[in-house]
């Protein structure tokens, strides 16, 4: 934790924690614990590099960590060379559904594309660009100059190599055809062609006849086949030269508050659409993580459980012990933080406002152990305090010891902490009257 953080990712981290929003940019500054289940995603990122596919659910609790788990593992896969994409699920985003709410959701997820050289989304041009100007260093370094005619023919031929594989998938020869457009139109300096390309492969057109007329391609892709594209766009980018291609959906929760059954039915089977993809290996280079709540999955009338499919394929094994925790799986059901991990996190937090501050943190362990002791003191909290709860409360904490440097630690604090602090613990009385030990971090 000695390296300098740019201030800018450093303000975004103390802003985006102190509001209870997971910070797109500098997970790994504030990461502490979740080891077995970063393992597991990270052994999915390999099995995709290696032409497979892979699909995970990400379970917990409002506040567990899933979306901060979620923005840790995308980091981690663009600095393996992944493209990512990843959107939030809302009544107007959906998986498919009527208005346009499928291909929102696409929409979202190319407005989100991500590489390492583009980290914060938008990277579609990039990609192509990046993928254009090395075949063009390749030829170059090879002896063959721009200048040259054999060098446009060379190039063509590179071009149409690439979209040669993807022709014999759905939607392959569309997809290919814009993709050779997008390289005449840049030898040409055809910028409005060039741009209406990138208008079909973000989804943005209205009608086949609009894009026959400008692009010379019979379909566009829409609520009904985006997936496919999806699927196109993780073979394209293996192609030329990236891993593969990952999406990490998050909010899925707000499938599970969809009213017409029909309509949220129609959701869960594109989710098992994507599950037998993926699992069976007809997804090449491309990886899916979906993140919601336990209700999402387990409610029996609107949860993923309430679709049989899903459900026999989803529900834990009846003849396995359900005391150990099988990451293999499907699904990955957040657990709470140790004490000795949530002391770290306040140490990180600690370090980190101290950075950001200028000025030395003036919390002495002892306190952070009293706050500490406050927190998992209420009743429930040995299993249900969260990850974000904590954060939050300690930043505030943080912040007002610095608004108020004339002020004690126990003023700050409200009555009834202050009287459950100075209450002796009662054995006798379970979790009531937690008492955190010195830990060595």
Same mark, same amino acid.
């Given at each position: 934790?000695?390296?300098?953080?740019?201030?800018?990712?450093?303000?975004?981290?103390?802003?985006?924690?102190?509001?209870?929003?997971?910070?797109?940019?500098?997970? *790994?500054?504030? /990461?502490?614990?979740?080891?077995?289940?970063?393992?597991? #995603? #990270?052994?999915?990122?390999?099995?995709?590099?290696?032409?497979?596919?892979?699909?995970?659910?990400?379970?917990?609790?409002?506040?567990?960590?899933?979306?901060?788990?979620?923005?840790?593992?995308?980091?981690?896969?663009?600095?393996?060379?992944?493209?990512?994409?990843?959107?939030?699920?809302?009544?107007?985003r959906r998986l498919c559904g009527t208005g346009g709410a499928g291909i929102a959701t696409y929409r979202e997820l190319i407005r989100n594309l991500s590489c390492k050289t583009s980290p914060d989304g938008g990277a579609l041009p990039v990609i192509i660009s990046r993928w254009l100007s090395d075949?063009?260093?390749?030829?170059?370094?090879?002896?063959?100059? *721009?200048?040259?005619?054999?060098?446009?023919?060379?190039?063509?031929?590179?071009?149409?190599?690439?979209?040669?594989?993807?022709?014999?998938?759905?939607?392959?020869?569309?997809?290919?055809?814009?993709?050779?457009?997008?390289?005449?139109?840049?030898?040409?300096?055809?910028?409005?062609?060039?741009?209406?390309?990138?208008?079909?492969?973000?989804?943005?057109?209205?009608?086949?006849?609009?894009?026959?007329?400008?692009?010379?391609?019979?379909?566009?892709?829409?609520?009904?086949?985006?997936?496919?594209?999806?699927?196109?766009?993780?073979?394209?980018?293996?192609?030329?030269?990236?891993?593969?291609?990952?999406?990490?959906?998050?909010?899925?929760?707000?499938?599970?508050?969809?009213?017409?059954?029909?309509?949220?039915?129609?959701?869960?089977?594109?989710?098992?659409?994507?599950?037998?993809?993926?699992?069976?290996?007809?997804?090449?280079?491309?990886?899916?993580?979906?993140?919601?709540?336990?209700?999402?999955?387990?409610?029996?009338?609107?949860?993923?459980?309430?679709?049989? /499919?899903?459900?026999?394929?989803? /529900?834990?094994?009846?003849?396995?012990?359900?005391?150990?925790?099988?990451?293999?799986?499907p699904i990955i059901r957040l657990v709470r933080l140790t004490d000795e991990e949530l002391y770290a996190l306040m140490s990180r937090l600690n370090f980190l406002f101290a950075m950001y501050s200028g000025e030395e943190i003036r919390i002495t362990q002892e306190q952070m152990r009293d706050f500490?002791?406050?927190?998992?003191?209420?009743?429930?909290?040995?299993?249900?305090?969260?990850?974000?709860?904590?954060?939050?409360?300690?930043?505030?904490? #943080?912040?007002?010891?610095?608004?108020?440097?004339?002020?004690?630690?126990?003023?700050?604090?409200?009555?009834?902490?202050?009287?459950?602090?100075?209450?002796?613990?009662?054995p006798d009385e379970g979790d009531s009257g937690t008492v955190i030990e010195d830990f060595d971090i």
């Open positions: 934790m000695e390296k300098k953080i740019p201030k800018r990712i450093l303000n975004s981290l103390i802003n985006s924690l102190s509001a209870g929003v997971v910070p797109r940019s500098g997970a *790994p500054y504030i /990461a502490i614990g979740r080891n077995e289940e970063v393992g597991a #995603l #990270l052994e999915d990122l390999g099995s995709v590099a290696d032409g497979g596919s892979a699909l995970r659910f990400l379970i917990g609790r409002y506040g567990s960590g899933k979306s901060f788990l979620l923005q840790l593992i995308r980091g981690y896969a663009l600095e393996k060379g992944f493209v990512t994409a990843d959107a939030d699920l809302s009544p107007e075949k063009q260093g390749e030829l170059a370094a090879s002896g063959i100059f *721009p200048e040259s005619p054999e060098f446009a023919v060379k190039m063509k031929k590179e071009v149409y190599a690439v979209g040669a594989a993807l022709e014999n998938s759905v939607g392959g020869f569309d997809f290919a055809t814009v993709l050779y457009k997008y390289y005449d139109s840049t030898v040409t300096g055809d910028d409005e062609r060039r741009s209406d390309c990138l208008r079909w492969l973000r989804g943005e057109y209205r009608t086949r006849t609009e894009a026959r007329r400008q692009l010379g391609v019979s379909s566009i892709i829409d609520d009904d086949n985006w997936y496919d594209y999806l699927k196109l766009l993780a073979v394209f980018c293996n192609k030329i030269g990236y891993m593969g291609m990952t999406v990490y959906i998050d909010e899925c929760v707000n499938l599970y508050k969809i009213t017409n059954r029909v309509s949220r039915e129609n959701n869960y089977e594109k989710i098992l659409s994507i599950f037998n993809d993926t699992l069976q290996g007809k997804a090449p280079y491309l990886g899916f993580v979906f993140v919601g709540t336990p209700q999402f999955l387990e409610d029996t009338r609107r949860g993923l459980f309430s679709y049989e /499919a899903l459900r026999s394929r989803l /529900a834990d094994c009846t003849i396995v012990s359900t005391g150990f925790r099988n990451l293999s799986g500490l002791s406050l927190c998992l003191s209420r009743a429930g909290a040995d299993t249900m305090v969260t990850p974000r709860e904590i954060i939050r409360s300690y930043l505030t904490l #943080l912040q007002l010891m610095r608004q108020n440097p004339e002020a004690a630690f126990r003023e700050l604090l409200s009555e009834d902490s202050v009287s459950r602090l100075s209450a002796p613990s009662d």
